[in-house]
């Protein structure tokens, strides 16, 4: 992480939330739900943060917040699972930054034949 090297996962894990929305597509394995959206959201950006830093459910528990460990144990169990069917993910942002263009609304340019690819996007031309 070269660009940003002070910038925390979590920041990054929650503003991809907030622009893309993706906890949305999370789904009980139970019959119902009953968690509040925001508490759902931020029990599965915590547990999702824990698992996949190998910090632990129990570290992101013990932050001062006002989920204990069986709350964020509960939220794993039952919304991040294996055995769950997993939909198509498609979503689009809940908002674009300022001064960036919708998906698809990029014009192409031609390349030179060397890069193996016929028309790319401005943007991609732009990564490393």
Same mark, same amino acid.
């Given at each position: ?20 929305g993706f ?26 943060? $824990? ?13 001062? $917040? ?16 294996? $055995?769950? #069917?997993?939909?198509?993910i498609?979503?689009? #942002? ?11 609304s990029?014009?192409?340019? #031609?390349?030179?034949a060397?890069? $193996?690819?016929?028309?790319?996007? !401005? !943007? ?5």
């Open positions: 992480m070269v660009c940003w090297p002070m910038t925390n996962w979590l920041n990054m894990l929650k503003e991809t939330e907030l622009q893309v906890t949305d597509v999370f789904r009980t394995v139970g019959v119902r739900e009953v968690l509040h959206p925001e508490v759902l959201r931020r029990r599965l950006l915590l547990a999702l943060y $824990g698992l996949g830093t190998n910090a632990g459910l129990k570290r992101m528990s013990s932050g001062g $917040g006002g989920d204990s460990y069986d709350d964020l144990l509960y939220v794993r169990r039952k919304y991040i699972t294996t $055995g769950a #069917p997993r939909p198509k498609s979503i689009k #942002p809940k908002r674009l930054p300022h001064g960036s263009k919708p998906p698809g990029h014009h192409t340019r #031609p390349v030179p060397a890069a $193996g690819v016929r028309n790319v996007t !401005h !943007h991609q031309q732009a990564l490393p």
